[in-house]
């Protein structure tokens, strides 16, 4: 497995070996011990999600305030703009966001540690996307940030067109309000 690192030092891209031939392909998606060698997490997963968008549909940006999750993210279908925010007020990176494609065609997957926001739009027709979580969804502790703060300034590829948001994420607040307690 290729592990590469982002601009904030613990979000890490990590792409498998893809064995393939006229009949397929193969690969490993997940491996404890070369998870944990390659983030230097201890965390287990507790749950996997799937999601099935269709284009132009953005989720997020997400976050738990009290059991925050970790999540390993990929698509098994599709093609997705996936990012990762911080969150993290003493962090270094602190309100900066990472952003990568990930598709069936890369098998890319991108680990994102506790204590950072999450988001995607889809790119493809639809897209199926799958997530591996190292805490339970607690619908009461979950919080979201707009979009599109100018604060955070991500360059979502959205080529003129507007997102399709669901009505939370449509009203989701800045990330300032979001950490001080308004980010329903």
């Given at each position: 497995?290729k ?22 392909f ?6 404890e011990e ?6 230097g997490s201890?965390?287990?997963?507790k749950?996997?999600n ?5 284009k132009?549909?953005?989720r997020?940006?997400h976050f738990q305030?009290?059991q ?14 996936d990012?990762a ?7 270094a990176?602190?309100?900066q966001w ?15 540690p506790?204590?950072?926001a999450h988001?995607?739009?889809v ?7 799958l ?10 502790h979950?919080?979201s ?5 100018p ?24 990330l300032?309000?979001?950490?001080a307690?308004?980010?329903?």
């Amino acid at each position: 497995m290729k592990i590469s690192p982002t601009s904030i030092p613990d979000v890490v891209v990590l792409e498998p070996k893809v064995f393939g031939d006229a009949r397929g392909f193969f690969l490993e998606s997940y491996n404890e011990e070369v998870f944990r060698r390659s983030t230097g997490s201890e965390l287990t997963f507790k749950q996997d999600n799937h999601s099935r968008s269709s284009k132009g549909v953005l989720r997020g940006l997400h976050f738990q305030v009290e059991q925050p999750q970790g999540k390993l993210v990929r698509v098994a279908r599709g093609a997705v703009f996936d990012v990762a925010v911080d969150i993290r007020p003493t962090s270094a990176t602190f309100g900066q966001w990472v952003g990568i494609e990930l598709s069936e065609d890369n098998n890319r997957q991108l680990w994102i540690p506790p204590g950072l926001a999450h988001g995607f739009l889809v790119l493809s027709e639809s897209a199926d996307f799958l997530y591996k979580t190292t805490e339970y969804y607690a619908p009461a502790h979950e919080r979201s940030i707009a979009w599109n703060d100018p604060a955070i300034g991500i360059e979502w590829p959205l080529f003129g067109a507007a997102p399709v948001l669901s009505a939370k994420d449509a009203a989701a607040p800045s990330l300032a309000a979001s950490l001080a307690g308004d980010g329903r």
